[in-house]
């Protein structure tokens, strides 16, 4: 009994036992489980595409810079400088194209004036009283700039403007823009200067040389209309308007005359300005000039010429541009162009028309409208005037540039004549040309003598201080 007591607990402990050890055998199969669990957790990926595109959304907005707010400058000129004459864009846009490259903060706008001279002068003369801010570099005439600059309404451009740009510009014409020793404005970026168009195969079938002396030309039309009749001698525009006050100073200049002394005195009544206009006179008297020409202004004056009718005609540089072409003249390679003849103790003159750039001294804007003005006498802009609105131009090295030739072949005909360059210099030149213009006209029309019509003049200039 004992033994099957002990057998029976001994079978007893087996069966306890056994699921025991049964159960203390799986530990391996569960630490697979828990690892496959751990590796298919994928944590990484999810912090990925949760945090790039949040910080790529902030950023954008936060470093978004409003646009800077441009200086306007105003610049005050005609409707030629919204066109364009030539294989360039007009005035306006190169200058607006060039500014934007270089100072990208200024902004240039144009303010349209007046094509006619009185009302153009009337409307800078109230901006100016009215010390008007609004208008920063305006077109000046050089009849205007002596007047602007003695009333003090020009900014001297001495301490403005680079000595660079300045070495790159013709000295004649910063002479020319210059008063009391200052520059006021940069010129000229167009302009008209009188030369001598004369009919090179007239010339030569006779055995002439181009005239250098007033004498020279006289004879030349006498001995040429012998043999060509019908053919007119000399024309340039004479009537009383300020295109005869132009020719004026060329034949004063031309005789060896000025217009005023050191202290500003009229002295254009002196000998050699007397025998200026008794030669201008004599002209209409022998025939050598049309009396028609009394009665002309600039563009009726050259019409003869171009027609293949006249042997010489005194006229500005622009016809140079056109002469040549069938379509427009009669005298297409049968022409020259050379200074203007002179008296013995005169010197060739050719009046200069030209426009400067000045800066309005009432202007709000005086250091941006200087970056401007010198962008608008550096290179580009300065080939970009040329060939849009034709000679003349301040800047030198336009006239050795083989797209300003190939455009006008002529371009060395001009620079001889450059160097002739006269003007009217006086602050009063509105009132003194209207003078001029009655004085001289009754001179060649025969209502006063020459020597009387010049006393007149120099009186009424005078009582004009």
């Not at 007239?202 to 002439?208: A, F, G, P, R, V």
């Not at 308007?241 to 004026?248: I, T």
């Not at 000679?391 to 072949?409: E, F, G, R, S």
Request: charged content about 20%; hydrophobic content about 40%; some cysteine.
């Amino acid at each position: 009994m004992l033994k099957n007591s002990v057998w029976r607990m001994i079978l007893i402990t087996a069966l306890v036992v056994m699921p025991l050890l049964g159960a203390c055998a799986q530990p391996t199969a569960q630490v697979v489980v828990e690892t496959q669990v751990v590796v298919q957790t994928k944590v990484v990926p999810q912090v990925q595409t949760q945090i790039v595109p949040q910080v790529q959304t902030q950023i954008v907005p936060q470093t978004a810079v409003p646009p800077a707010e441009k200086t306007i400058v105003t610049i005050a000129y005609n409707g030629y400088f919204n066109k364009s004459f030539g294989p360039a864009d007009p005035p306006i846009k190169a200058i607006q194209a060039e500014v934007a490259k270089k100072y990208p903060d200024i902004q240039v706008v144009l303010n349209v004036m007046p094509y006619e001279g009185g009302p153009w002068h009337d409307t800078y003369v109230a901006w100016f009283q009215g010390e008007d801010p609004s208008m920063d570099l305006i077109g000046v005439s050089n009849y205007w700039l002596p007047e602007f600059a003695q009333a003090g309404w020009l900014l001297p451009l001495d301490d403005k403007i680079s000595k660079d740009v300045i070495s790159h510009l013709n000295p004649a014409f910063v002479q020319a823009f210059s008063y009391k020793g200052q520059i006021m404005g940069l010129g000229p970026w167009w302009g008209g200067i009188g030369g001598l168009y004369y009919r090179k195969d007239l010339l030569e079938k006779y055995n002439l040389q181009p005239p250098k002396t007033y004498d020279d030309l006289v004879n030349a039309v006498k001995t040429i209309q012998a043999g060509e009749p019908g053919m007119s001698g000399w024309t340039w525009p004479a009537l009383k308007d300020q295109v005869l006050v132009n020719q004026w100073v060329q034949y004063m200049n031309g005789f060896g005359g000025k217009a005023f002394d050191d202290s500003g005195k009229c002295v254009m009544n002196n000998a050699e300005g007397v025998n200026a206009l008794k030669f201008m006179k004599s002209l209409f008297d022998t025939g050598v000039t049309p009396k028609e020409a009394l009665t002309w202004k600039e563009e009726e004056s050259l019409v003869r010429f171009a027609s293949g009718t006249a042997i010489f005609h005194s006229g500005r540089q622009d016809m140079t541009f056109w002469l040549n072409d069938p379509a427009q003249s009669k005298v297409a390679d049968k022409w020259g162009f050379v200074p203007q003849p002179a008296a013995p103790g005169g010197h060739a003159a050719g009046y200069l028309e030209a426009w400067a750039f000045s800066i309005n001294k009432f202007s709000a804007h005086p250091d941006a409208a200087a970056k401007v003005l010198e962008v608008m006498f550096e290179f580009n802009v300065q080939k970009a005037f040329n060939l849009s609105q034709g000679p003349l131009q301040a800047n030198v090295d336009i006239y050795k540039d083989p797209d300003v030739i190939k455009n006008n072949p002529n371009m060395p005909l001009i620079q001889p004549v450059l160097d002739t360059a006269v003007i009217l210099p006086t602050p009063k030149f509105s009132d003194i040309s209207r003078i001029l213009e009655e004085e001289l006209s009754s001179a060649l029309t025969g209502s006063k003598a020459p020597e009387a019509a010049l006393n007149d003049s120099c009186q009424r200039i005078d009582a004009l201080k």
